[in-house]
Protein backbone atom coordinates (compact mmCIF):
# COMPACT_ATOMS: atom_id res chain seq x y z
CA UNK A 1 0.00 0.00 0.00
CA UNK A 2 0.98 3.61 -0.94
CA UNK A 3 1.22 5.98 1.95
CA UNK A 4 0.56 9.62 0.75
CA UNK A 5 -1.50 12.33 1.92
CA UNK A 6 -4.44 13.66 0.29
CA UNK A 7 -5.19 17.46 -0.70
CA UNK A 8 -8.17 18.86 -2.48
CA UNK A 9 -8.54 15.65 -4.66
CA UNK A 10 -5.41 14.56 -5.50
CA UNK A 11 -2.65 12.11 -3.48
CA UNK A 12 0.51 14.08 -2.72
CA UNK A 13 3.80 12.39 -1.53
CA UNK A 14 5.46 15.43 0.57
CA UNK A 15 8.68 16.65 -0.04
CA UNK A 16 9.23 17.31 3.77
CA UNK A 17 12.77 15.08 4.04
CA UNK A 18 11.16 13.15 6.87
CA UNK A 19 10.63 9.24 6.57
CA UNK A 20 8.62 6.58 8.37
CA UNK A 21 9.16 3.76 8.61
CA UNK A 22 6.04 1.64 10.65
CA UNK A 23 6.80 -1.97 11.75
CA UNK A 24 4.23 -4.64 13.00
CA UNK A 25 4.44 -4.48 16.42
CA UNK A 26 3.72 -8.05 16.26
CA UNK A 27 6.99 -8.62 14.35
CA UNK A 28 9.35 -5.71 14.48
CA UNK A 29 11.18 -7.14 11.77
CA UNK A 30 8.31 -6.38 9.17
CA UNK A 31 8.31 -2.78 7.50
CA UNK A 32 4.43 -2.15 7.20
CA UNK A 33 4.75 0.98 5.60
CA UNK A 34 7.41 3.77 4.63
CA UNK A 35 6.20 7.04 3.79
CA UNK A 36 7.37 10.74 3.27
CA UNK A 37 5.73 12.25 6.10
CA UNK A 38 4.09 15.92 5.40
CA UNK A 39 4.66 18.94 7.07
CA UNK A 40 3.05 22.84 8.07
CA UNK A 41 3.29 23.00 3.78
CA UNK A 42 1.01 20.55 3.27
CA UNK A 43 -1.55 21.35 6.34
CA UNK A 44 -1.55 25.00 5.20
CA UNK A 45 -2.38 23.33 1.66
CA UNK A 46 -5.20 21.21 2.71
CA UNK A 47 -6.75 24.22 4.91
CA UNK A 48 -6.91 26.14 1.80
CA UNK A 49 -8.49 23.72 -0.13
CA UNK A 50 -10.96 23.07 2.44
CA UNK A 51 -11.71 26.60 2.79
CA UNK A 52 -12.12 27.28 -1.14
CA UNK A 53 -14.25 23.94 -1.01
CA UNK A 54 -16.20 25.01 1.88
CA UNK A 55 -18.66 28.04 -0.22
CA UNK A 56 -19.77 24.98 -2.24
CA UNK A 57 -20.42 21.77 -0.09
CA UNK A 58 -22.30 24.14 2.28
CA UNK A 59 -25.10 24.60 0.14
CA UNK A 60 -25.66 21.11 -1.17
CA UNK A 61 -28.83 19.51 0.17
CA UNK A 62 -27.76 18.07 4.30
CA UNK A 63 -29.68 14.69 2.58
CA UNK A 64 -27.59 15.29 -0.48
CA UNK A 65 -24.37 15.63 1.93
CA UNK A 66 -25.77 12.04 3.88
CA UNK A 67 -26.02 10.01 0.66
CA UNK A 68 -22.10 10.37 -0.08
CA UNK A 69 -21.44 8.87 3.46
CA UNK A 70 -24.03 6.29 2.59
CA UNK A 71 -22.13 5.28 -0.54
CA UNK A 72 -19.25 5.14 1.99
CA UNK A 73 -20.28 2.96 4.20
CA UNK A 74 -21.35 0.50 1.22
CA UNK A 75 -18.51 0.39 -0.11
CA UNK A 76 -16.88 -0.21 3.33
CA UNK A 77 -18.94 -3.27 3.77
CA UNK A 78 -17.51 -4.59 0.75
CA UNK A 79 -13.77 -4.22 1.59
CA UNK A 80 -14.24 -5.04 5.54
CA UNK A 81 -11.87 -7.83 5.18
CA UNK A 82 -9.15 -5.96 3.38
CA UNK A 83 -9.51 -2.61 6.11
CA UNK A 84 -9.20 -4.84 9.01
CA UNK A 85 -6.24 -6.61 7.43
CA UNK A 86 -4.56 -3.49 6.99
CA UNK A 87 -5.61 -2.69 10.46
CA UNK A 88 -4.31 -5.52 12.21
CA UNK A 89 -0.92 -5.57 10.43
CA UNK A 90 -1.09 -1.74 11.49
CA UNK A 91 -1.41 -1.17 14.88
CA UNK A 92 -1.61 -5.18 15.99
CA UNK A 93 -5.29 -6.18 17.42
CA UNK A 94 -6.37 -9.26 16.68
CA UNK A 95 -8.01 -9.80 13.38
CA UNK A 96 -11.36 -10.45 14.71
CA UNK A 97 -11.03 -7.34 17.17
CA UNK A 98 -10.25 -5.23 13.70
CA UNK A 99 -13.63 -6.57 11.81
CA UNK A 100 -15.55 -5.52 14.56
CA UNK A 101 -14.10 -2.46 14.64
CA UNK A 102 -14.68 -2.33 10.85
CA UNK A 103 -18.14 -3.61 11.29
CA UNK A 104 -18.69 -0.35 13.91
CA UNK A 105 -17.37 1.99 11.74
CA UNK A 106 -19.65 0.95 8.65
CA UNK A 107 -23.18 1.42 11.71
CA UNK A 108 -21.55 4.90 12.45
CA UNK A 109 -21.35 5.48 8.75
CA UNK A 110 -24.78 4.14 7.80
CA UNK A 111 -26.35 6.43 11.09
CA UNK A 112 -24.40 9.26 9.99
CA UNK A 113 -25.38 8.61 5.98
CA UNK A 114 -29.64 9.27 6.96
CA UNK A 115 -28.67 12.31 9.46
CA UNK A 116 -29.12 14.94 6.77
CA UNK A 117 -32.80 13.97 7.18
CA UNK A 118 -32.21 14.79 10.61
CA UNK A 119 -30.63 18.24 10.44
CA UNK A 120 -32.98 19.37 13.12
CA UNK A 121 -34.16 22.98 14.45
CA UNK A 122 -36.70 23.99 16.86
CA UNK A 123 -39.86 26.22 16.27
CA UNK A 124 -40.70 28.19 19.51
CA UNK A 125 -43.19 30.49 20.93
CA UNK A 126 -42.42 33.89 20.60
CA UNK A 127 -43.30 36.28 23.92
CA UNK A 128 -44.39 38.56 20.67
CA UNK A 129 -48.00 38.55 18.71
CA UNK A 130 -47.36 38.06 14.99
CA UNK A 131 -43.81 36.76 15.15
CA UNK A 132 -42.86 33.24 14.33
CA UNK A 133 -39.76 32.24 16.01
CA UNK A 134 -37.27 29.17 15.25
CA UNK A 135 -33.64 27.69 15.26
CA UNK A 136 -32.11 26.02 12.44
CA UNK A 137 -28.70 24.05 12.22
CA UNK A 138 -25.51 25.35 10.04
CA UNK A 139 -21.95 24.32 9.46
CA UNK A 140 -19.18 26.01 11.59
CA UNK A 141 -16.52 26.33 8.56
CA UNK A 142 -13.67 24.46 7.85
CA UNK A 143 -12.92 21.95 11.12
CA UNK A 144 -9.94 19.76 12.10
CA UNK A 145 -9.90 16.09 13.11
CA UNK A 146 -6.79 14.89 14.84
CA UNK A 147 -7.24 10.80 15.30
CA UNK A 148 -5.73 8.09 17.39
CA UNK A 149 -4.09 5.05 16.23
CA UNK A 150 -6.55 2.90 18.77
CA UNK A 151 -9.48 2.96 16.83
CA UNK A 152 -8.03 4.07 13.64
CA UNK A 153 -11.22 3.22 11.32
CA UNK A 154 -14.26 3.61 14.16
CA UNK A 155 -13.28 6.96 15.38
CA UNK A 156 -12.80 8.96 12.41
CA UNK A 157 -16.02 7.11 11.10
CA UNK A 158 -17.39 9.16 13.96
CA UNK A 159 -15.90 12.38 13.48
CA UNK A 160 -15.43 13.15 9.64
CA UNK A 161 -19.41 11.45 8.89
CA UNK A 162 -20.96 13.95 11.13
CA UNK A 163 -18.53 16.59 10.02
CA UNK A 164 -19.35 16.41 6.44
CA UNK A 165 -23.29 15.66 6.84
CA UNK A 166 -23.40 19.09 9.02
CA UNK A 167 -22.11 20.65 6.00
CA UNK A 168 -19.06 21.46 7.19
CA UNK A 169 -15.03 20.82 5.04
CA UNK A 170 -12.78 18.56 7.13
CA UNK A 171 -8.92 18.42 7.63
CA UNK A 172 -7.98 14.91 8.87
CA UNK A 173 -4.54 14.21 10.65
CA UNK A 174 -4.63 10.44 11.25
CA UNK A 175 -1.98 8.75 13.73
CA UNK A 176 1.25 8.24 11.83
CA UNK A 177 1.26 4.79 13.47
CA UNK A 178 -1.93 3.38 11.43
CA UNK A 179 -1.91 5.88 8.43
CA UNK A 180 -2.80 2.61 6.23
CA UNK A 181 -6.35 2.67 7.83
CA UNK A 182 -6.83 6.25 7.58
CA UNK A 183 -5.68 6.04 4.29
CA UNK A 184 -8.18 3.33 2.68
CA UNK A 185 -11.32 5.73 4.57
CA UNK A 186 -10.49 8.46 2.70
CA UNK A 187 -10.00 6.37 -0.48
CA UNK A 188 -13.44 4.98 0.30
CA UNK A 189 -14.65 8.82 0.46
CA UNK A 190 -13.29 9.67 -2.70
CA UNK A 191 -15.07 6.42 -4.42
CA UNK A 192 -18.16 7.45 -2.84
CA UNK A 193 -17.45 10.63 -5.23
CA UNK A 194 -17.02 13.50 -2.48
CA UNK A 195 -15.83 16.38 -4.20
CA UNK A 196 -11.75 17.58 -4.32
CA UNK A 197 -11.44 19.75 -1.16
CA UNK A 198 -13.90 18.70 1.16
CA UNK A 199 -12.36 16.03 2.74
CA UNK A 200 -8.48 16.41 2.87
CA UNK A 201 -6.16 14.42 4.95
CA UNK A 202 -2.42 14.96 6.02
CA UNK A 203 -0.64 12.46 7.28
CA UNK A 204 2.32 13.88 9.68
CA UNK A 205 3.85 14.73 13.21
CA UNK A 206 1.74 16.53 15.74
CA UNK A 207 4.33 19.35 16.10
CA UNK A 208 4.05 20.31 12.11
CA UNK A 209 0.35 19.35 10.84
CA UNK A 210 -1.48 18.93 14.05
CA UNK A 211 0.33 22.75 15.32
CA UNK A 212 -0.88 23.98 11.83
CA UNK A 213 -4.83 23.11 12.19
CA UNK A 214 -5.08 24.00 15.80
CA UNK A 215 -3.68 27.46 15.03
CA UNK A 216 -4.62 28.58 11.56
CA UNK A 217 -7.66 31.63 11.75
CA UNK A 218 -9.61 29.30 9.10
CA UNK A 219 -9.82 26.31 11.36
CA UNK A 220 -13.08 27.03 12.79
CA UNK A 221 -13.64 23.73 15.18
CA UNK A 222 -11.42 20.65 16.45
CA UNK A 223 -12.46 17.75 17.48
CA UNK A 224 -9.59 15.40 19.25
CA UNK A 225 -8.60 12.20 20.82
CA UNK A 226 -5.66 11.07 22.13
CA UNK A 227 -3.33 11.60 25.75
CA UNK A 228 -4.40 14.14 28.02
CA UNK A 229 -1.03 16.18 27.86
CA UNK A 230 -2.17 17.24 24.12
CA UNK A 231 -5.46 17.17 24.30
CA UNK A 232 -4.88 20.53 27.47
CA UNK A 233 -2.78 21.72 24.55
CA UNK A 234 -5.19 21.67 21.86
CA UNK A 235 -7.68 23.24 24.32
CA UNK A 236 -5.09 26.32 25.44
CA UNK A 237 -4.43 27.26 21.71
CA UNK A 238 -7.65 26.47 20.14
CA UNK A 239 -8.54 28.93 22.98
CA UNK A 240 -6.74 31.67 21.65
CA UNK A 241 -8.98 31.92 18.26
CA UNK A 242 -12.23 31.04 19.45
CA UNK A 243 -12.33 27.52 18.38
CA UNK A 244 -14.71 25.33 19.18
CA UNK A 245 -13.00 22.03 20.93
CA UNK A 246 -13.99 18.48 21.70
CA UNK A 247 -11.27 16.01 22.85
CA UNK A 248 -11.87 12.64 24.44
CA UNK A 249 -8.53 11.83 26.52
CA UNK A 250 -8.46 8.53 28.19
CA UNK A 251 -10.03 6.84 31.35
CA UNK A 252 -9.06 4.88 34.50
CA UNK A 253 -12.22 2.48 34.79
CA UNK A 254 -13.37 0.40 37.37
CA UNK A 255 -15.77 -2.47 37.79
CA UNK A 256 -17.55 -2.77 40.96
CA UNK A 257 -18.20 -6.37 42.08
CA UNK A 258 -21.24 -6.32 45.02
CA UNK A 259 -21.35 -9.69 47.33
CA UNK A 260 -24.77 -10.45 45.40
CA UNK A 261 -23.14 -10.07 42.53
CA UNK A 262 -22.59 -12.58 39.92
CA UNK A 263 -19.45 -13.54 40.07
CA UNK A 264 -18.99 -15.71 36.75
CA UNK A 265 -20.16 -12.97 34.71
CA UNK A 266 -18.17 -10.24 36.58
CA UNK A 267 -14.83 -12.33 35.51
CA UNK A 268 -15.78 -12.76 32.09
CA UNK A 269 -16.54 -9.00 31.81
CA UNK A 270 -13.38 -8.20 33.77
CA UNK A 271 -11.12 -10.12 31.57
CA UNK A 272 -12.80 -8.75 28.17
CA UNK A 273 -12.52 -5.08 29.67
CA UNK A 274 -8.77 -5.78 30.64
CA UNK A 275 -7.30 -7.84 28.17
CA UNK A 276 -9.47 -7.30 24.82
CA UNK A 277 -7.55 -5.19 22.90
CA UNK A 278 -4.18 -5.49 24.66
CA UNK A 279 -6.07 -2.89 27.29
CA UNK A 280 -5.30 -0.47 24.72
CA UNK A 281 -8.92 1.50 24.68
CA UNK A 282 -10.44 4.41 26.72
CA UNK A 283 -12.98 2.20 28.02
CA UNK A 284 -10.85 -0.43 29.23
CA UNK A 285 -11.58 -2.29 32.78
CA UNK A 286 -8.51 -0.91 34.18
CA UNK A 287 -9.41 -1.73 38.23
CA UNK A 288 -11.93 -4.08 39.55
CA UNK A 289 -13.52 -3.07 43.40
CA UNK A 290 -14.43 -6.39 44.58
CA UNK A 291 -16.28 -7.23 47.77
CA UNK A 292 -14.13 -8.86 50.08
CA UNK A 293 -16.78 -11.48 51.07
CA UNK A 294 -16.60 -12.65 47.24
CA UNK A 295 -12.98 -11.66 46.44
CA UNK A 296 -11.45 -14.80 47.27
CA UNK A 297 -14.05 -16.47 44.53
CA UNK A 298 -13.76 -13.88 42.04
CA UNK A 299 -9.87 -14.06 42.20
CA UNK A 300 -9.44 -17.54 41.48
CA UNK A 301 -12.11 -17.66 38.52
CA UNK A 302 -10.57 -14.35 37.29
CA UNK A 303 -7.03 -15.82 37.37
CA UNK A 304 -8.12 -19.05 35.40
CA UNK A 305 -9.44 -16.90 32.61
CA UNK A 306 -6.85 -14.34 32.49
CA UNK A 307 -4.71 -17.17 31.70
CA UNK A 308 -6.11 -18.37 28.86
CA UNK A 309 -5.03 -15.33 26.60
CA UNK A 310 -2.11 -16.14 24.59
CA UNK A 311 -0.38 -13.16 23.24
CA UNK A 312 0.47 -13.44 19.80
CA UNK A 313 0.16 -11.88 15.87
CA UNK A 314 -3.44 -11.36 15.32
CA UNK A 315 -3.46 -13.01 11.99
CA UNK A 316 -2.22 -15.97 14.47
CA UNK A 317 -6.09 -18.06 15.22
CA UNK A 318 -4.67 -19.28 18.16
CA UNK A 319 -3.58 -15.67 19.50
CA UNK A 320 -6.39 -14.14 21.88
CA UNK A 321 -4.52 -11.04 22.53
CA UNK A 322 -2.16 -8.93 20.42
CA UNK A 323 1.14 -6.68 21.02
CA UNK A 324 1.24 -3.24 22.47
CA UNK A 325 1.25 -0.57 19.19
CA UNK A 326 5.15 -0.02 19.74
CA UNK A 327 8.25 0.24 21.35
CA UNK A 328 7.27 3.81 23.13
CA UNK A 329 4.12 1.98 24.36
CA UNK A 330 5.20 -1.51 25.66
CA UNK A 331 8.27 0.64 27.56
CA UNK A 332 5.58 2.66 29.13
CA UNK A 333 3.74 -0.40 30.09
CA UNK A 334 6.26 -2.12 31.32
CA UNK A 335 7.45 0.54 33.71
CA UNK A 336 3.89 0.92 35.36
CA UNK A 337 4.50 -2.16 35.82
CA UNK A 338 7.71 -1.94 37.33
CA UNK A 339 6.22 1.15 39.68
CA UNK A 340 3.52 -1.53 40.37
CA UNK A 341 5.98 -3.89 42.03
CA UNK A 342 7.96 -1.26 44.02
CA UNK A 343 4.91 0.52 45.47
CA UNK A 344 3.76 -2.56 47.67
CA UNK A 345 1.00 -4.20 45.24
CA UNK A 346 1.03 -8.15 45.15
CA UNK A 347 1.55 -9.40 41.27
CA UNK A 348 -0.27 -12.17 40.84
CA UNK A 349 -0.33 -12.82 37.26
CA UNK A 350 1.99 -12.02 34.18
CA UNK A 351 4.31 -8.46 34.56
CA UNK A 352 6.76 -9.74 31.53
CA UNK A 353 7.67 -9.64 28.25
CA UNK A 354 5.59 -12.67 26.45
CA UNK A 355 7.55 -14.47 23.76
CA UNK A 356 7.56 -13.69 20.46
CA UNK A 357 9.54 -10.95 18.08
CA UNK A 358 6.81 -8.43 18.89
CA UNK A 359 5.70 -5.92 21.43
CA UNK A 360 4.14 -8.59 23.81
CA UNK A 361 3.01 -8.25 27.49
CA UNK A 362 2.07 -11.09 29.60
CA UNK A 363 -1.76 -10.24 30.79
CA UNK A 364 -0.89 -8.81 34.05
CA UNK A 365 -3.13 -8.38 37.20
CA UNK A 366 -1.93 -6.87 40.53
CA UNK A 367 -3.82 -7.54 43.90
CA UNK A 368 -4.40 -5.67 46.69
CA UNK A 369 -3.87 -2.14 45.15
CA UNK A 370 -4.18 0.74 47.37
CA UNK A 371 -5.60 4.27 45.95
CA UNK A 372 -2.36 6.01 46.21
CA UNK A 373 -0.49 3.73 43.90
CA UNK A 374 -0.11 4.98 40.42
CA UNK A 375 -1.18 2.05 38.60
CA UNK A 376 -4.31 2.63 40.42
CA UNK A 377 -4.47 6.12 39.55
CA UNK A 378 -2.80 6.82 36.12
CA UNK A 379 -3.96 5.43 32.87
CA UNK A 380 -1.97 2.71 32.03
CA UNK A 381 -3.29 1.48 28.11
CA UNK A 382 -1.64 -1.61 28.08
CA UNK A 383 -2.89 -5.08 29.90
CA UNK A 384 -2.75 -4.08 33.13
CA UNK A 385 -5.52 -4.72 35.74
CA UNK A 386 -5.44 -3.66 39.66
CA UNK A 387 -7.66 -5.75 42.30
CA UNK A 388 -8.92 -3.62 45.19
CA UNK A 389 -11.00 -4.69 48.44
CA UNK A 390 -13.80 -3.32 50.07
CA UNK A 391 -15.97 -3.84 52.94
CA UNK A 392 -19.39 -1.47 52.06
CA UNK A 393 -20.79 -0.05 49.40
CA UNK A 394 -19.82 3.20 49.80
CA UNK A 395 -15.80 2.69 50.18
CA UNK A 396 -16.54 1.06 46.73
CA UNK A 397 -17.99 4.24 45.17
CA UNK A 398 -15.33 6.76 47.19
CA UNK A 399 -12.81 4.18 45.41
CA UNK A 400 -14.01 4.56 42.01
CA UNK A 401 -14.38 8.51 42.31
CA UNK A 402 -10.79 9.31 43.51
CA UNK A 403 -9.16 9.57 40.37
CA UNK A 404 -9.22 12.61 37.89
CA UNK A 405 -11.28 10.59 34.98
CA UNK A 406 -14.32 10.52 34.48
CA UNK A 407 -15.79 7.76 31.77
CA UNK A 408 -17.13 4.44 31.91
CA UNK A 409 -17.86 2.35 34.37
CA UNK A 410 -19.35 -0.61 35.57
CA UNK A 411 -21.48 -2.40 38.51
CA UNK A 412 -22.58 -6.10 38.95
CA UNK A 413 -25.58 -6.61 41.70
CA UNK A 414 -28.70 -7.83 41.82
CA UNK A 415 -29.79 -4.76 44.43
CA UNK A 416 -32.07 -2.11 42.43
CA UNK A 417 -31.33 0.67 45.50
CA UNK A 418 -27.37 0.08 44.77
CA UNK A 419 -27.91 0.30 40.84
CA UNK A 420 -29.82 3.29 41.26
CA UNK A 421 -26.87 4.67 43.68
CA UNK A 422 -23.99 4.05 41.47
CA UNK A 423 -25.94 5.76 38.79
CA UNK A 424 -26.65 8.92 40.52
CA UNK A 425 -23.30 9.15 42.27
CA UNK A 426 -20.33 7.31 39.92
CA UNK A 427 -18.66 10.42 38.39
CA UNK A 428 -18.94 8.84 35.11
CA UNK A 429 -20.51 9.66 31.95
CA UNK A 430 -21.29 5.84 30.61
CA UNK A 431 -22.60 3.63 33.18
CA UNK A 432 -22.86 -0.27 32.94
CA UNK A 433 -24.84 -2.21 34.86
CA UNK A 434 -24.16 -6.43 34.73
CA UNK A 435 -21.98 -5.60 31.48
CA UNK A 436 -18.10 -4.44 30.74
CA UNK A 437 -16.84 -1.15 30.70
CA UNK A 438 -16.58 -1.25 27.02
CA UNK A 439 -18.33 -0.87 24.27
CA UNK A 440 -20.13 2.11 22.69
CA UNK A 441 -23.12 2.19 19.78
CA UNK A 442 -23.62 5.09 17.13
CA UNK A 443 -27.13 5.92 18.40
CA UNK A 444 -25.74 6.47 21.81
CA UNK A 445 -23.53 9.43 23.07
CA UNK A 446 -20.20 8.30 23.75
CA UNK A 447 -17.59 10.36 26.23
CA UNK A 448 -16.68 11.76 29.74
CA UNK A 449 -16.33 14.16 32.32
CA UNK A 450 -13.52 15.07 34.30
CA UNK A 451 -9.83 14.80 33.01
CA UNK A 452 -11.74 12.28 30.06
CA UNK A 453 -13.61 14.96 27.93
CA UNK A 454 -13.81 18.54 27.16
CA UNK A 455 -16.87 20.13 24.69
CA UNK A 456 -19.53 17.83 23.29
CA UNK A 457 -20.21 14.31 23.52
CA UNK A 458 -19.58 12.12 20.57
CA UNK A 459 -21.49 9.82 18.15
CA UNK A 460 -25.23 10.04 17.89
CA UNK A 461 -26.86 13.52 17.57
CA UNK A 462 -24.48 14.80 20.49
CA UNK A 463 -21.82 14.32 18.25
CA UNK A 464 -23.80 15.88 14.90
CA UNK A 465 -24.33 19.14 17.21
CA UNK A 466 -20.90 19.70 18.02
CA UNK A 467 -20.10 20.52 13.93
CA UNK A 468 -22.80 22.89 13.87
CA UNK A 469 -24.01 26.32 15.03
CA UNK A 470 -27.48 27.41 16.28
CA UNK A 471 -28.89 30.28 14.21
CA UNK A 472 -32.15 31.78 15.78
CA UNK A 473 -34.41 33.34 13.56
CA UNK A 474 -37.46 35.52 14.15
CA UNK A 475 -39.91 36.68 11.67
CA UNK A 476 -42.41 39.13 12.13
CA UNK A 477 -45.15 39.34 10.38
CA UNK A 478 -47.15 42.22 11.79
CA UNK A 479 -46.05 45.03 9.24
CA UNK A 480 -44.85 47.44 11.54
CA UNK A 481 -41.17 47.33 10.84
CA UNK A 482 -40.41 46.73 14.82
CA UNK A 483 -40.16 45.20 17.56
CA UNK A 484 -42.34 45.95 20.42
CA UNK A 485 -40.82 46.10 24.11
CA UNK A 486 -41.75 42.94 26.38
CA UNK A 487 -42.90 43.64 29.46
Same mark, same amino acid.
Request: glycine residues 10%; hydrophobic residues 40%; aromatic residues 8%.
Given at each position: ?221 ? +?????? *?? %? !? &? ?8 ? #? $? ?86 ? +?????? *?? %? !? &? ?8 ? #? $? ?95 ? !? ?37
Amino acid at each position: MQIRSYINGKWVTPDSGRTVRNMNPANISECVAEFASAGEREALDAIEAASKAFAQWRDVPAPERGRYVARCAEKARGRAEEIARVMTREEGKLIKEALGEVKKGISLLEYYGGAGFRLNGQTIPSELANCFAYTIRRPIGVVGIIGPWNFPWAIPCWKVAPALVAGNTVVFKPAELTPGTATLLVELFQEAGLPPGVLNMVIGPGSAVGEAIIHHPHIRAV +SFTGSN *EV %G !K &RVIEEAAKTN #K $KVQCEMGGKNALILMEDGDVDAAVAATADGAFGSTGQRCTATSRVLVHEKVKDEFMTKLLAKAREYVPGNGMDAAATMGPVVDKKQFE +SVLSYI *ES %G !K &REGARLVLGG #K $KAAGNGYFIEPTIFNNVTPEMKIFQEEIFGPVLAITPFGDFSKAISFSNCVKYGFTGAIFTRDIKNIMHFIEHAEIRMVHINEPTIGGEAQLPFGGC !KATGYGDREMADDGLNFFTQTKTVFINYSGRGERAMIR
